[in-house]
């Protein structure tokens, strides 16, 4: 199992609050990734890191920013919370096996925004 | 454009039983093919991983097929048992970048009853 963590795993918010999403991974890896997905849907890159300082939007469009001050650590903010924004946010890590890239997931945090 | 195809959308099956889930790909250029297997409220793990040189791969149970030529994987999952029941998402990568893009199916959500 891989040692790749997300705080909280679930946040009920209202309206027009600011919320950060944690997520921190032990395992020294440079790639870093956040998905949202939908019940029953398919996964969407928001966000991704290569490194510290580094960061790119994803295929997804999102009101969301990320940050990447440390390796470990790649947190995601909302400054204003939706209803639209109420889905489930996955945090990844990946490192390089063979010729390819192996993504470990976290557990993630289902955000619900009344 | 780019899409990863899953069938059937959802499947119950009877403990013990053994059953076939199928992947179609329109990925370009064509990298790697992973299956993941994701329980309700957590993170897809990875299962399998395929280059377009390997035609099986086997992890316990589960025995993931790959048809480079016509585009198909499939996921054989043996004596299936309780713990089974799960979302089985079929993710391909390109190699049109660094990143390795990522393409993800919807998944095919296996229900196993007693």
């Known amino acids: 199992e891989a040692d790749i963590y997300q705080t909280p795993r679930y946040l009920v918010i209202g309206t027009g609050k600011k919320i950060t999403l944690e997520c921190s991974q032990t395992m020294g890896h440079d790639k870093m990734y956040w998905y949202q997905q939908d019940p029953g849907m398919e996964l969407h890159l928001i966000h991704y890191s290569y490194g510290v300082n580094s960061t790119e939007k994803g295929d997804l469009s999102s009101e969301s920013t990320v940050s990447r001050i440390r390796t470990e650590h790649f947190p995601l903010t909302l400054e204003s919370a939706r209803p639209s924004h109420t889905s489930q946010y996955l945090c990844a890590s990946s490192a390089r096996q063979g010729i390819s890239y192996e993504q470990y997931f976290g557990p993630g945090t289902r955000l619900t925004v009344t | 454009k780019n899409q990863v195809e899953q069938s059937p959308q ?105």
């Open chain 2, 10 to 114: 959802s499947l119950i099956i009877l403990e013990g039983k053994n059953c076939t889930l199928q992947c179609n790909y329109t990925v370009s250029p064509f990298s790697n093919l992973r299956w993941y297997k994701q329980d309700t409220g957590r993170g897809p793990v990875s299962l399998t991983i395929m280059t377009f040189s390997e035609n099986t791969k086997s992890n316990g149970r589960y025995t993931a097929t790959l048809d480079a030529d016509t585009k198909q994987s499939s996921l054989h999952i043996t004596a299936s048992q309780l713990s089974d029941s799960a979302s089985y998402i079929c993710v391909v990568s390109d190699r049109g970048s660094t990143l390795g893009r990522l393409y993800f199916g919807r998944g095919t959500q296996l229900t196993v009853w007693p």
